[in-house]
Every structure is written in C-alpha cells, then in structure tokens.
C-alpha cells in the first residue's frame, strides 16, 4: 500500500495572496499549478474562514491558462458545462472531467468513489457504473485524442441525460393525465 502524500497546506488571505506554510514564502497561481504538476498534494486554506477553497484556486488556475490560450477543454465542453451547470449533472461533469486529468489509477480510485455515489442515489444503474468506470479508466496516451475523447464522451453523457430527463417528464405528464382520467372515472 502507497502512504499518503504529505499535503502542502497554502493559506488565501482577503488581499487574495497565497502563502506556502511548507516554504515560509508568498506565491502564485502558477506556483501551485507547477506544485500539481509535480504531483505534490496542494490544499488551500481561507486564512479568514479556515473554509477549503482548493477547488477555487485550481478553478482560477483553469481560467488563468484558457486565458493564456493554453486550452485545455474543447470549447463544445466548456459550452455544455454553462448550458447544465446545476445539480448532479454537473458534479457528473466535474468528476467526469477531474477523472480525465489524473494518473490511471487516481482515476479508477475516483471513479469508483463517485460512481457507488451515484448508484446508491439511484441515478444509474449497477450495470451502467461498471461501463462508466471502464470508460473512464481507459488509457489514451495521445493529448488531442484524449481531449476529444472526454469532450465526445460527457457532449454524450449530456445529451443522454436531457433526453432522460425529457423522458421523465413525458412519464410524469402522462401519470398526472391517468391520475385525473382515473379521478373522471371514479368520480362517474
């Protein structure tokens, strides 16, 4: 078994600085980008809250390089996120998209983790979590591949999930409908 990595602890303060405990230093975005590249485990703590922002200063860092033009979603992707940024679809989106830029076995780890969640909330099968982890944790070595490899498979996963949930709402249209004709009936 792998021990955990020690995780750098950098505290965001309200003058939106970021200061490494470890180093004793202030620093940038782009330092904690280079710390994740380097597979270092990063958590960024609100200095004021004690709240965990991580996923808000890796967020930033996303935003600071497609600014950069150094993309690293397909714009379709970026497009189908803001359309259904709300609810599970987009936690599905988020992970779905997490998963994509971790090490092989991180993403099986993480993929399994989310995909049990989903299945115990019954939003998807057994069946259909097996596949999407295989989905998931296949391997594809060649960067452009990749990046059109996810943005083809969560354009998919959107598109499914809106015709489910047009699907759900014909089924609950037409139980109202049998309710009031049931109510018709009774009532004659």
């Known amino acids: 078994m792998q021990e955990p990595k020690p995780v750098r602890i ?88 997490i998963l994509g830029l971790t090490t092989e076995q991180e993403r099986r780890e993480e993929a399994e983790r989310y995909v049990t969640k989903l299945v115990a909330r019954g939003e998807i099968s057994k069946n259909d979590a097996k596949n999407l982890i295989k989905e998931v944790t296949d391997s594809h070595t060649d960067q452009s591949d990749f990046d059109q490899w996810v943005g083809q498979r969560v354009t998919n996963t959107l598109r499914d999930t809106t015709k489910f949930g047009e699907i759900e709402t014909t089924i609950r249209q037409l139980n109202e409908k049998l309710e009031r004709l049931e109510g018709r009936v009774q009532a004659n």
Do not use: H, W
């Not at 965001?12 to 202030?26: A, E, F, G, H, V």
């Not at 189908?80 to 599970?88: A, E, F, T």
């Open 10 to 97: 950098i505290k965001k303060y309200q003058n939106r600085k970021l200061y490494d405990t470890q180093d004793s230093c202030y620093i940038t975005l782009e330092d904690i980008a280079a710390m994740v590249r380097k597979n270092e485990e990063v958590k960024v703590i609100d200095n004021k809250t004690k709240g965990d922002v991580t996923s808000i200063i890796l967020t930033q860092i996303l935003v600071d390089q497609e600014k950069a033009a150094k993309s690293i979603l397909p714009l379709s992707l970026l497009k189908d996120i803001i359309r259904k940024g709300q609810g599970s679809l987009f936690e599905f989106i988020q992970q779905y998209v």
